[in-house]
């Protein structure tokens, strides 16, 4: 059997703003605090990869972690750096902002971060995360940076 060629074919401009939209919408719903919202824009077998704990794996496991989240957000903005992808398949490389005051905390948190998804193109021509991973910028206060000086 041959090998099939890949594709050379970029994702068309349609696509790529289809991207844009999942990305912009999902930041809103998170914003908003709205979970639920924000779970739509994921696969069912999403995966999330987020810093310092193991994987979650499938939405369910990701909406029971987001919804322990004891905070409420005053900003939050996301920018793709990067998107490209061939058939159903593409990434999105980007960074956030965020500003978020703790629940019973009286100071605001403000964190910059990167992060990166593979989506994945639904029926209907949407794009839906698949799988995704970021981290902050910076560690939480008093933690020691693998390969950082002591």
Known sequence: MKPTEPS???????????????LQSLVRAQLAGDWDAAARFCTEDHVAMPPFRPALEGRAAWLEWVGSFDMSFADMRAEALAIDGRGDLAFLRGRYSEAFTPQGGSETV????????????????????????????????????????R
């Not at 050379?8 to 999942?22: E, G, M, R, V, Y």
């Open 8 to 22: 050379t074919d970029a994702l068309p401009d349609k696509d790529i703003a289809a991207i844009q939209s999942t």
């Open 110 to 149: 403000q964190r910059t971060g990167k992060f990166l998804w593979i989506l994945r193109k639904q029926p209907d021509g949407s794009w839906l995360v698949a799988l995704a991973i970021g981290n902050p910028d910076q560690p939480p206060p008093g933690y020691q940076t693998p390969g950082s000086s």
